[in-house]
């Protein structure tokens, strides 16, 4: 196949450096192909290409990475279209299309490794039937490259991105002649963020958008600042749903039942708890102990020692220490061998998670061969998670109405300010009770503190699941979903 002569910058150190190398832009590269569901069938068209950015004044950026799922079908004026990315930052967008929602997927029905090379097949609960799909690729990484010569941070960062991914967008709504179509979004993790802030930028661009979808979800990063009450609030719901999964806590007792338990006690008790912070009685604080000990499934004396304050490296680590092993961080139902003592170092320990061992790499895998079949020529290095990225992210972010730019984002206020200037706008949040990654309360609190008048909170739909992070990868959930979402997306004819 023809290569263009335009090239870009492979990320190889700093992408932002004259001496990088520079290696041809792949020409677009597409294959038709019918997914096949019992009786349904859509004939589609998937593309993998480089999508050209620039600045206002026509300063190339680079080139992002779009793969794209469009149905054969004639008639597209209420055919909407998803934009769908995952999050890091520095995270690419194979994973939430391989897993669980492109048209294709790595079959998954368990909570153990998958195999490689795994077999994709068609997926049954694709999001095809509801919208054409188009996966992008945050600036370095994936295929996405920037332009030699372009400073890096002008992209890596909250702001930042957000202004790439919108002009991604609207590159390619020109590329393939879709303006003025029903537009969603569709981010995981980081991904919700960007989302949060990119529904707001699009609409000062004049994009509408008509869904958003945000699954696992953050908006606020105070909650991740070291020794914030917000953590610990957050993360004791996963704790006891994680203690129930194992019998360890809640014994015969359903599994969102002792979540909304362990929530009723964060809400009513806990968190007053934290804001005595010395100044509890110890009587109290013993009183507590024992109670969160009935919750999460660890020693009474170990929570009170800890002064009610369980990390989350160190529940994976005691939950299930007499047998071995330590559990996962995005979900926190997956096991693997627990390490030495001489392997204690805590950042090391705090990267490994058995969930992400056991569908990463035979995604990744997969997803190389499903887009080796369109014929486009990338590089065989394929960056799924960048640290280069995550490590130079620019946090700094000014939200619309607030005075100064922290570095602990919270882009809530985007979204508020959004769904405020697009009232037709909806919102669906999925969460999991296995998720520890992005924990379920501190979303809902997140969202509360917007402060929204009823006809916009009716906007925004709330669905909690028994996965964790990867909803799509627990079929129980990803069967859930797929009805969640083709109900989401019917409501856009209802207004």
């Known amino acids: 196949m023809a290569e263009t002569t335009s090239t870009f910058t492979v990320t190889l150190g700093d992408p932002g450096k004259d001496e990088a190398p520079e290696i041809p832009i792949p020409e677009p590269a597409s294959k038709d192909y019918t997914w096949k569901n019992g009786r349904q069938s859509i004939k589609y068209t998937t593309t993998a290409e480089m999508l050209a950015l620039h600045e206002d004044d026509g300063t190339l950026i680079g080139h992002m990475f779009a793969l794209s799922y469009v149905s054969d079908a004639q008639d597209k004026i209420d055919r909407p279209v998803t934009f769908c990315w995952n999050g890091g930052p520095g995270g690419s967008s194979a994973m939430v299309n391989i897993g669980g929602l492109g048209p294709r997927r790595v079959p998954i029905n ?20 509801e919208t054409d799909l188009v996966y992008l690729d945050a600036m370095g990484t994936g295929y996405s490259r920037i332009a030699k010569g372009y400073d890096p941070k002008k992209v890596w960062g909250v702001d930042g991105d957000a202004d790439a991914f919108m002009r991604g967008i609207a590159q390619w709504l020109t590329t393939h002649e879709r303006w003025n179509t029903p537009l969603y979004l569709y981010g995981e993790s980081y991904g919700t963020m960007r989302n949060s802030v990119l529904m707001r930028v699009l609409g000062e ?8 979808i945000e699954q696992s979800t953050i908006l606020d990063y105070a ?4 020794g914030n009450d917000l953590y610990y609030m957050g993360m004791l719901p996963v704790y006891a749903a994680t203690a129930n999964h194992f019998g360890k806590a809640g014994k015969g007792v359903d599994q969102f039942k002792w979540f909304d338990k362990a929530w009723q006690f964060v809400d009513e008790k806990y968190g007053r708890a934290l804001i005595k912070s010395d100044t509890i009685d110890p009587k109290e604080e013993s009183a507590l102990a024992q109670e969160m000990s009935e919750l999460i499934g660890l020693d009474a004396d170990v929570i009170q020692k800890k002064h009610l304050r369980i990390e989350l490296d160190t529940f994976r680590k005691l939950l299930l220490a007499d047998e071995g092993l330590f559990i996962g961080r995005y979900d926190t139902r997956f096991t693997e061998a627990a390490y030495m003592d001489v392997q204690g170092d805590n950042e ?10 056991a569908i990463m790499t035979p995604d990744q895998s997969a997803w190389m061969k499903l887009v080796q079949e369109t014929g486009f020529k990338g590089s065989p290095i394929n960056i799924l998670l ?11 972010h000014q939200a619309p109405g607030t005075m ?3 570095v602990c984002p919270n882009t809530a206020y985007d979204m508020a300010t959004a769904l405020r200037r697009n009232p ?49 990868e627990d079929l129980p959930t990803l069967q859930k979903m797929s009805e969640d ?10 207004d």
């Open 110 to 129: 368990t909570l153990e490794q998958l195999p490689c090379p795994t077999q994709p097949e068609d997926n049954p609960y694709s999001l095809l039937p």
């Open 205 to 212: 661009r004049g994009i509408a958008v008509t869904g958003v």
């Open 223 to 226: 909650p991740t600042l070291a």
């Open 348 to 357: 090391f320990f705090a990267g490994e998670d058995p969930s992400g061992d």
């Open 386 to 396: 960048s640290f280069k990225v995550n490590a130079d992210w620019n946090w700094t």
């Open 404 to 406: 100064g730019s922290p």
């Open 424 to 472: 037709k706008c909806r919102v669906l949040f999925f969460g999991g009770i296995h998720d520890a990654a992005t924990p379920y309360w501190n979303v809902r609190h997140a969202v509360s503190k917007m402060f929204l008048p009823d006809y916009l909170k009716e906007r925004i739909t709330y669905k909690v699941h028994e996965n964790g992070h990867m909803a799509y």
């Open 485 to 494: 979402l083709k109900e989401f997306y019917g409501l856009r004819n209802k």
